[in-house]
């Protein structure tokens, strides 16, 4: 088999659906050609820990773990640990709740000390180390995946220094990236990012993007050739029944933002509870993941304490359960304008578990597209409060009826094996264009 190289901060025991599009590729990639070597940390950042991930790792992959040093321990003190404005509490820290002068001074250095992100200090070790390895273990192509971007910082220099193809991943968008504007960068630190996006899209060998709005943008500011692949599911992940228990079933799976709270959605269901005492008897707003406080605030507000069912965090597993028995699948996205052309990872697993999907935000964005052209649900504005209660009093009304309500569309092009099926093919497009070695500068 091929080799190919792949530079990821994020992998197994980590969770989340940063994780599972390269442990996914990793496992699809063997019967494609190509082995996979994973360079990753030996004691990254855990935010989330889901060990069933591993069970995907196949056996031909290799994985090489070096140790990071990363400034968390200090940014934690500056950020208040154990207040209730605690890092860990918040979904996202940076855009998440009013900050403290204390939390104000530790973004500031978070945004200018660290560029273009906290784990910077692990591109130069890691490139030692990788120009060592490389000699011993030759591979034929490179991929970084980010964020965080760092890691497109170490496939950069190796790519200089080895002359070996090189894919940079962008599961999101660099200097696009929704929450950038809630940091207190200063203007030269803003010219240092996009110096250092603009280089790694020009030195590429193939830049890759996740969903079609970032790959036009990078189209429209290199020459270098930008390919697509989305995120996608594992069908084999959702191989089996469901039972259902009775309750009609809003369920959110991963992580539920403070900028993505759907009021209206809240206080329709609100006002649904005090009018039909059947409705409130049978509604279970079920959270499987990581919720911010605000949201938990506005959902009690509009009388639906008695309604939720906090799942906490769920390893993969367990959150295809729970998307499989939904009656409605919930995918609120932030209240961002920034945020049009993210695909959130979830997506592609709300599809998969053929559930309708009622989507909250950018009707013209990136998510509504694809619910759309797999008719999988809708998406709504975030006001547009009538067309959500006709959706929920459809889907209840069908509840009421005894039906499981499910999806009929076409999704084959979002299956993992069909999404490695497409990446392999690029590798081999890539493995074939070297370049010249250098000092690296």
Known sequence: MKRVLVVTYYWPPSGGSGVQRWVKFAKYLPAEGWQPVIYTPLNPELTAIDRSLEEDIPPEAEIVKRPIYEPYGIYRRLMGKGSSTDINTMVTPISSGKKSLKQKISLWIRGNMFVPDPRVWWVRPSVRFLRKYLKEHPVDVIVTTGPPQSMHLIGRKLHQQTGLPWIPDFRDPWTKMYYLKHLPISKGVWKKLH???????????????VTPQVRDDFVSRTGTPVAMITNGFDAPDFDFEVTPDGFFNLVHTGLFASDGNPFALWKILGEMVSEDAEFKDKLRLRLAGKVDSEVYAAIDEAGLRGNVVDLGYCDHHKAVAEQKSASVLLLPLRND??????????????????????????????????????????????????????????????????????????????????LTRRLAALLEECSTKNVPQNDGN
């Open 337 to 418: 304008p920034e945020y049009k052309p993210i695909l959130p990872g979830k997506l592609f697993e709300y599809l998969a578990a053929r559930r309708p999907i009622l989507g909250i935000g950018q009707e013209d964005g990136a998510m509504a597209e694809v619910i759309r052209e797999t008719a999988s649900g809708t998406v709504l504005d975030w006001e547009k409060a009538g067309e959500m209660r006709s959706f929920i009093e459809d889907a209840w009304s069908r509840f009421r009826l005894g039906e499981q309500p499910k999806t009929e569309g076409r999704i084959d092009a979002y299956t993992r094996q069909a």
């Open 195 to 209: 110096r250092q996006e603009d280089s790694v899209l020009r030195d590429a060998t193939t830049v890759l993007a």
